[in-house]
């Protein structure tokens, strides 16, 4: 029975992780290869980074919930 949620879990927490992460900015990508400017640094603002501490917290969160799974 708990089995079942865990799996559940897992795939929901997946599934928001990969989305977290595809939804974030790149960034400048291979501009600064090819003549770009890449020499500045931005910070984190607003949405980004709440965006940025949630794929933080899924990609902890699946941790914990794969050792549950195997410890079980």
Excluded: C, D, H
Excluded at 48 to 71: C, D, N, P, Q
Aim: hydrophobic fraction near 50%.
């Amino acid at each position: 029975m708990i089995t079942t949620y865990l799996t559940i879990a897992l795939i929901v927490l997946s599934v928001l992780l990969v989305v977290s992460v595809l939804l974030q900015q790149i960034g400048n990508g291979l501009s600064p290869t090819f003549g770009g400017s890449g020499g500045s640094y931005q910070t984190r603002r607003g949405f980004e980074k709440i965006l940025f501490r949630a794929t933080i917290v899924f990609g902890v969160l699946i941790v914990i919930t794969s050792i549950t799974y195997i410890s079980l």
